[in-house]
């Protein structure tokens, strides 16, 4: 067994023991049945950028997001007599990255079918929309996986497992706002999302398709890049906490001025890691400046609008409904969203 494969090995143990830990006596549960389960995709207000564990998915900073209601995943799971993934109505090929990431991931559960899964996902994200599938498709993936076992879990359990296939994941099991503790305990099972007592039924969120080019870095990979190289990510560390504060302020204060600051500034702290990483990690194109100076000219103008960014050149604007006639105007492309 080579280097590598000792250290492949010894993750992948790693995870499911974490699995375990998880299940308890459930573990022994076999697939009985055929399930499918809905979540939500959520865009972070305060970012998940870098993990203490790469291999747990556990992260060095609490994060703070909000559901997209109508967005998101759905996705129901069979037995069968092999393992098949559809995506949007299509097969994947089982080599396909996607289909591979989402096997191993079921590879984590103690009791496999006789025969295998299929797996049949539909995102009702608008592929256009420059939202990531992943956090809601795991969410949905695990909901549905816990109807085929019967397992019942809660859903701080299922938030636990939807972390170990992608760490955005483990916010997507609730709607509205979720803050992720990051955790303190090695295994992870302190690490998970948690709903916000709070709701705030005038924000809407913006998805403005900027460039639907394909990535140049995988948010993984940046992420650890960043963490490794970016003499900027000390400082990410120390900002996290302060805009934690004041979006948690804002969202109890139902105070849009506060919470899109709060966000902006986290976002563009975000990419100011990226810029500074060697090399750099750069998602911003020329029309991701001009959509920024955009929106920095209607609010000169006295429009209530911001935005946030994620590991993408595009931008979701928040703002309240009393701005949403305004927003629409300038901007008609953009997809609004009742979080
Ligand atoms: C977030 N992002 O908080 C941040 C902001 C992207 C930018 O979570 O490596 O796909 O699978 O844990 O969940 C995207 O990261 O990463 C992400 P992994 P994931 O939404």
Redesign the pocket.
């Given at each position: 067994m080579s280097g590598a494969d000792c250290i492949g090995a010894e993750a992948a143990a790693r995870r499911r023991a974490a699995v375990r830990a998880v299940l308890g006596e459930r573990a022994t549960f076999a697939p009985r049945a055929s399930a499918v389960a809905y979540a939500c995709a959520?865009?972070?207000l305060?970012?998940?950028?870098g993990?203490r564990d790469?291999t747990l998915?556990l992260?060095e900073t609490d994060?703070l997001?909000v559901s997209l209601g109508r967005i998101g995943t759905e996705t129901r799971i069979e037995l069968a007599d092999g393992d098949e993934l559809r995506l949007n109505g299509a097969r994947v090929a089982p080599e396909d990255p996607v289909a591979t990431r989402v096997f191993d991931f079921l590879a984590l559960f103690p009791v496999r079918p006789a025969g295998g899964f299929r797996v049949v996902t539909t995102n009702t994200v608008p592929t256009a929309a420059g939202v990531?599938s992943?956090?809601s498709a795991f969410a949905a993936l695990v909901r549905a996986l816990d109807g085929v076992y019967g397992w019942r879990l809660s859903e701080r359990e299922m938030s636990v497992l939807a972390?170990l296939?992608?760490?955005?994941?483990c916010?997507s099991l609730w709607r509205g706002f979720v803050r992720?503790r990051r955790g303190e305990r090695p295994d992870g099972l302190d690490s998970h999302g948690e709903p916000l007592d709070a709701n705030w039924p005038q924000l809407r969120v913006g998805l403005w398709l900027v460039d639907g080019g394909a990535k140049a870095w995988?948010?993984?990979?940046?992420?650890?890049h960043c963490r490794a190289t970016s003499p900027l990510y000390r400082a990410w560390l120390d900002v996290v906490p302060t805009d934690l504060h004041e979006v948690e302020a804002a969202i109890a204060q139902r105070d849009i001025e506060r919470l899109g600051r709060a966000a902006e500034g986290n976002?563009l702290a975000?990419h100011a890691v990226m810029w500074a990483a060697r090399p750099p990690v750069r998602y911003w194109t020329a029309a991701t400046l001009e959509a920024v100076r955009e929106v920095e000219a209607a609010r000169a103008e006295g429009v209530p609008v911001w935005f946030t960014?994620?590991?993408?050149p595009n931008l979701k604007l928040l703002y309240e409904t009393g701005a949403g006639a305004r927003v629409r105007e300038r901007w008609p492309h953009i997809e609004e969203i009742e979080p």
């Open positions: 959520n865009v972070a305060v970012k998940y950028w993990k790469e998915r992260p994060s997001s990531a992943s956090a972390r296939g992608s760490g955005s994941a916010r992720w995988r948010s993984g990979d940046a992420m650890a976002a975000m960014m994620d590991a993408g």
